[in-house]
């Protein structure tokens, strides 16, 4: 049974951080693309950041660029979200997931990717 279980999440104030993590079990996921994605009430689930297998190259929404950073422990089978700077705009259900098709490419589109956590809940209040 694959699993991601998302943790880290929570109410913070603008302008302060939060790590996100991502626990995969069942399956050895460093050898794949691992995604961050977000989803707003009312609003389409959205690519946040990607990262490939070893970690060497990471991709951004433009919005988030500068503020937050995917980084990956392959040995803890582990991805993590950092968020800094955080914004009201911010506030979304955080989800993960693995695209065990690619190794290199990271694509935003959220279907490409097949496994998938059930989320954690990040808030930013002003």
């Known amino acids: 049974q694959v699993q991601l279980v998302e943790s880290g999440g929570g109410l913070v104030q603008a302008g302060g951080s939060l790590r996100l993590s991502c626990a995969a079990s069942?399956?050895?996921?460093?050898?794949?693309?691992m995604g961050w994605f977000r989803q707003a009430p009312g609003k389409e689930r959205e690519f946040v950041a990607g990262?490939?297998?070893?970690?060497?190259?990471?991709y951004y929404k433009d919005s988030v660029k500068g503020r937050f950073t995917v980084s990956r422990d392959n040995a803890k089978n582990t991805v993590y979200l950092q968020m800094n700077s955080l914004k009201p705009e911010d506030t979304a259900v955080y989800y993960c997931?693995?695209?065990?098709?690619?190794?290199?490419?990271?694509?935003?589109?959220?279907?490409?990717?097949?496994?998938w956590g059930q989320g954690t809940q990040v808030t930013v209040s002003s």
């Open positions: 069942g399956r050895t996921f460093n050898s794949y693309v």
């Open positions: 997931a693995v695209d065990v098709n690619n190794r290199e490419y990271v694509s935003r589109n959220l279907n490409a990717y097949e496994y």
């Open positions: 990262i490939n297998w070893s970690g060497a190259s990471t």
